[in-house]
Nanobody, 118 residues
Framework: VQLQASGGGLVRAGESLRLSCVASGRTYGMGWFRQAPGKEREFVAAISWGGSSTKFADFVKGRFDISRDNAKNTVYLQMNSLKPEDTAVYYC???????????????WGQGTQVTVSS
């Protein structure tokens, strides 16, 4: 299975973006991570296979939402009220279990750049 992330871009602080991640086959628990220049990759959000369970990093709670459409093999990350500190390359990833969690990912997409100007 391969993952293809898209939807990144340049926006101003306070604006929104929606990232998409299309899988070439079936996936289970899915997540989004990000990596800013000079920093380690960090967990952003996760969703269970059925979509009923989600998990978020504290720094995005109330601003970001994660959803999925299994009929389209697609996971979304809706990002609202963006801040300059959200600037990073965002990666989608897949787990080999059904639950939403922040670790044990083995499948990775290529990343999409999100830049938020002040």
């Amino acid at each position: 299975v391969q993952l293809q992330a898209s939807g990144g871009g340049l926006v101003r602080a306070g604006e929104s973006l929606r990232l998409s991640c299309v899988a070439s086959g079936r996936t289970y628990g899915m997540g989004w991570f990000r990596q800013a220049p000079g920093k380690e990759r960090e967990f952003v959000a996760a969703i269970s296979w059925g979509g009923s369970s989600t998990k978020f990093a504290d720094f995005v709670k109330g601003r970001f939402d994660i959803s999925r459409d299994n009929a389209k093999n697609t996971v979304y990350l809706q990002m609202n009220s963006l801040k300059p500190e959200d600037t990073a390359v965002y990666y989608c990833a897949g787990r080999n279990s059904y639950e939403a969690d922040s670790d044990n990912y083995y499948l990775w997409g290529q990343g999409t750049q999100v830049t938020v100007s002040s």
